[in-house]
């Protein structure tokens, strides 16, 4: 069972940054591809970002590429969104997932959810 905690949310202005964190219980964290995404009020979950469960391979929506950056350390057990350059429509409820290896972008593939951390970007 792996337990997922997001953190680093919060209300930014537009251009603003924000780096969130996701902390996992589990000590077998990198046997997991992990994953971020978001949910928009009134809209689908959708994905943001996803890490290799090694670290050295990742992929993006493209609304997010070349603002956003996902790492990981795994001797830390966490994962990290460095959200830049932010838009109003990058408000919504942040995701982190884990999943077994595979890179997937359909949140389906994903096991093991957070509880979200909230983003608010204002105009």
């Known amino acids: 069972q792996v337990q997922l905690a997001e953190s680093g949310g919060g209300l930014v202005q537009a251009g603003g940054s924000l780096r969130l964190s996701c902390a996992a219980s589990a000590r077998t964290l990198n046997s997991y591809d992990m994953g971020w995404f978001r949910q928009a009020p009134g809209k689908e979950r959708e994905f943001v970002a996803v890490i290799r469960w090694s670290g050295d391979s990742t992929d993006y929506a493209d609304s997010v590429k070349g603002r956003f950056t996902i790492s990981r350390d795994n001797a830390k057990n966490t994962v990290y969104l460095q959200m830049n350059s932010l838009k109003p429509e990058d408000t919504g409820d942040y995701y982190c997932?884990?999943?077994?290896?595979?890179?997937?972008?359909?949140?389906?593939?994903?096991?093991?959810w957070g509880q979200g951390t909230q983003v608010t970007v204002s105009s």
């Open positions: 997932a884990a999943g077994l290896p595979g890179l997937a972008p359909n949140p389906r593939m994903y096991d093991y």
